[in-house]
């Protein structure tokens, strides 16, 4: 393929460059991070509407790998990969559904959720761990020493991890802050066979770790300070597009942590704007938790400057992060794209996350944040009822039991407004005859 990508420096006054195979993570020259760049020129030459149709070609197809959400888009992604050497679980290709009934419920009459929790591990982390481990692969088999693939992770990335690892053949490392991710997500790298290690911190801390261990080029780091995974994961905004057949969105919302995605989210628009697939850009909102909300609070200055904060323990717990590495790129996607942070208190993502259940969601509490961020936007007037706003549903809340069970059993420190007990009975016909008016009829006025 006549395609190229390389890793170039995201500093505007360095713009060093590096070969997609060389084993880094930051600029040597400078220090900051990298990115994929692409041959813009040579990828032009093939029109935007043989793009698109060789998109929708491969969506979903069974040849095999263009039918992953992320491979089907392989010239956009790591062009000069061998077929050979990728892993992949056929990730991408989730739903995006019209979510009528609570839109209407918060006053939006085009509402969409793009549910990237559809997917292998559970988690939109998939479409970037496909990438990651393909290209670990191809390194190994062109003689690279890396002998294991390690991150530090609030419990998404190690999934993904572990399973892509596991279906590579090759050894993955995961730091875990102890006691501070679901039973859900701690099993998962434990089931797929990573060497899983708890430490006594948070996510911060274990980040710090990850990154002295990975200065040895036999571990390879999967963070997504590494723009491998940001390659894969800017699929889904160009997959919403096509979802759409390629319209716009007024507005996407996406729950922020280590704030590599939304730079994803974004890079994925640019690169369709820039080969001519579209003509206009959505808003792009950042939702953070409360206890956790740094770019918030840069945001509300303007982004003139930014400060670390130790993050409080959240419900949100996959994005319970107070020194997001991935913050000047969320920052540049911010401005490129009318951009808005806004926050959510545990009431409020919690609230948010059920009510939405109650309408036929299932909610992460992370979905939980976008939504209560979208109903606080509304009320405030800065989204319009008329607009087309997708919500970037990040993991699956079968994930987060532990949490929706405290939420309905009225166990956390707030009003849960609207929990649904189970009514415990004598196994007779009458007991349950007598509830069943009673609780029926208590519905009905609710609803009324
Ligand atoms: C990783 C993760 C996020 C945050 O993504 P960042 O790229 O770290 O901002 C949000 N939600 C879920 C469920 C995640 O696993
Ligand atoms: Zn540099």
């Known amino acids: 393929m006549p395609y190229r990508a390389w890793f170039q420096c995201i500093n505007e006054q360095c713009k060093a460059t590096y070969p997609l195979n060389s084993i880094i993570y930051r600029c040597t020259a400078c220090g900051s991070l990298l990115e994929v760049q692409h041959d813009m020129q040579t990828l032009g030459h093939r029109g ?21 959400g992320v491979w089907g888009k392989k010239e956009w992604i790591l062009p000069k990969i061998a077929d050979d050497n990728i892993v992949s679980l056929y990730e991408g ?51 690279a020493p890396i002998q294991a693939v390690a991150c530090a992770s609030t419990g998404d990335t190690s999934a993904a991890l572990a399973v ?50 990975t ?56 690169m369709m704007r820039d080969l001519g697939l579209i003509t206009k850009l959505p808003r792009i909102v ?49 401005r490129q794209f009318s951009g808005i942070v806004m926050d959510a208190t545990e009431q409020e993502l919690a609230d948010a996350a059920a009510l939405g259940d109650t309408t036929g969601m299932f909610n992460c509490p992370h979905t939980g944040v976008a939504l209560a961020a979208l109903i606080k936007l509304i009320n405030a007037g800065k989204i319009d009822r008329s607009e087309h706003v997708v ?29 649904n007990k189970p009514i415990e009975l004598p196994p007779t016909v009458e007991a349950v005859r007598e509830a069943l008016k009673n609780a029926l009829k208590k519905r009905r006025e609710q609803n009324a």
């Open 48 to 68: 935007a509407k043989a793009w698109m149709k060789l998109f929708e070609d491969r969506y979903k197809s069974t040849q095999w790998p263009y039918g992953s």
């Open 93 to 143: 290709g989730t739903n995006l559904f019209w979510a009528e009934r609570f839109g209407r419920m918060i006053g939006l009459d085009n509402l969409w959720l793009k549910l990237c929790g559809n997917s292998h591990s559970g988690s939109f982390k998939d479409l970037g761990m496909t990438v990651l481990v393909s290209q670990v692969k191809q390194m190994i088999s062109e003689g």
């Open 391 to 419: 919500v970037i549903s990040t993991a699956h809340g079968l994930k987060f039991t532990d949490f929706k069970v405290q939420y309905h059993e009225e166990k956390l420190d707030f009003p849960c407004r609207y929990a």
């Open 286 to 334: 950042v939702a953070q938790a409360e206890r956790a909300n740094p770019l918030y609070r840069s945001y509300l200055k303007n982004f003139e400057s930014f400060e670390p904060m130790e993050a409080q323990k959240t419900l949100a717990s996959a994005i319970q992060i107070g020194n997001p590495v991935s913050v000047q790129k969320a920052i540049r996607t911010l």
């Open 215 to 270: 200065r040895d080029e036999t571990i390879y780091l999967a963070n997504s300070m590494n723009s491998l995974r940001i390659e894969g994961q800017k699929t889904v905004g160009i997959e919403i597009c096509q979802q759409f057949d390629w319209e716009v969105p007024d507005v996407i919302i996406i729950p922020g942590g280590n704030l590599g995605n939304v730079s994803a989210l974004g890079s994925g628009f640019l």
């Open 164 to 213: 892509y690892c596991a279906a590579a053949g090759i050894q993955s490392i995961v730091l875990l802050p102890k006691g501070k991710i679901s039973i859900a997500q701690l099993v998962q790298p434990i089931a797929n066979g990573a060497l899983v290690l708890s430490l006594d911190t948070d996510f911060d801390g274990c980040m710090r770790v990850v990154q002295e261990i």
